[in-house]
């Protein structure tokens, strides 16, 4: 991809500026995940994960919505079925997982509702920000179900289970500015101010950290909460090690000491 190339799909944009993808939904009239939402969106993210120009994505929505939730009529047609259910919620699971354990970051612009499907959306990238006026919620329970693409698992991990338990029972979404305060999301900003916030954040990553350190760190954050303390701090003292062979952490050590700024390569 070069600078200036915007690459369209069905039901995501992309578009590549200053070694970051912005990755935008867009399947009017709310973005809703049906399946070939979700598929489209996992293709172009490991098409991004390969690229080696890309060194951070924000993902975002076109128009009022993130996503406000997966396409609801799909769900019809394995009515009675509970393995057709099992088998799309693992499908969808794997999916999110591949960004979550992504080694380049996916910064979450969380520009209106971001609901269901779409709120477990949000929960898989690595920092999010919302617009202080973004509704974030799982509703499934209004439907007789739970969430599905793990929901119950990030969100607990993440607020607490107190607080991800009355979420969930009782359906109460949250906007932007309560969501920052409960750790849901990093930052809550005004709508104007999403996507430069966003932008900044990834072009910072982008232009003054090297991939190596940045992917490693991602690693060590996910791994670790995979396992025990003990795990997690081995895992950390492999990668540490690990950098210790690579050009970047020779330049980052160097420019330090020089006490001017470091030149990443990779």
């Known amino acids: 991809m070069s600078t200036s190339e915007e690459h369209v799909y069905s039901y995501v944009k992309?578009?590549?500026?200053?070694?970051?993808?912005?990755v935008t939904l867009d399947r009017p009239p709310v973005n809703a995940l049906s399946t070939e939402v979700i598929d489209e969106l996992s293709a172009c993210l490991d098409r991004l994960a390969a690229d080696p120009e890309v060194k951070a994505i924000v993902l975002t929505g076109e128009g009022k919505c993130?996503?406000?939730?997966?396409?609801?009529?799909?769900?019809?047609s394995a009515f009675g079925d509970a393995q057709a259910g099992t088998q799309l919620a693992q499908s969808v699971q794997e999916k999110f997982r591949r960004i979550e354990t992504m080694k380049k970051p996916v910064i979450c612009a969380i520009n209106g509702a971001a609901l269901g499907g779409g709120l477990e959306l949000a929960?898989?990238?690595?920092?999010?920000?919302?617009?202080?006026?973004?509704?974030?919620?799982?509703?499934e329970l209004n439907l007789g179900l739970i969430p599905g693409y793990g929901g119950t698992q990030r969100?607990?991990?993440?607020?607490?289970?107190?607080?991800?338990?009355?979420?969930?029972?009782?359906?109460?979404?949250?906007?932007?500015?309560e969501a920052a305060h409960?750790?849901?999301?990093?930052?809550?900003?005004?709508?104007?101010?999403?996507?430069?916030?966003?932008?900044?954040?990834?072009?910072?990553i982008a232009s003054d950290r090297s991939s190596a350190s940045v992917a490693a760190a991602l690693t060590a954050i996910t791994e670790g909460l995979d396992g025990t303390l003990e795990e997690g701090l081995e895992r950390e003292t492999e990668l540490?090690?690990?950098?210790?062979?690579?050009?970047?952490?020779?330049?980052?050590?160097?420019?330090?000491?020089?006490?001017?700024?470091?030149?990443?390569?990779?």
């Open 155 to 177: 969100l607990t991990r993440l607020i607490g289970k107190a607080k991800a338990t009355e979420m969930i029972l009782l359906s109460q979404p949250v906007n932007g500015q």
């Open 240 to 266: 540490f090690g690990e950098l210790f062979e690579t050009e970047s952490m020779r330049e980052g050590v160097t420019a330090f000491i020089e006490k001017r700024p470091a030149k990443f390569r990779d």
């Open 14 to 22: 992309i578009k590549l500026a200053n070694r970051v993808a912005t």
């Open 123 to 139: 929960l898989s990238c690595h920092l999010r920000i919302a617009a202080d006026e973004a509704q974030l919620g799982l509703p």
């Open 66 to 76: 993130f996503a406000a939730g997966a396409d609801i009529k799909q769900f019809t």
């Open 182 to 204: 409960l750790g849901l999301v990093n930052k809550s900003v005004p709508r104007d101010q999403l996507l430069p916030t966003a932008l900044e954040w990834a072009e910072r």
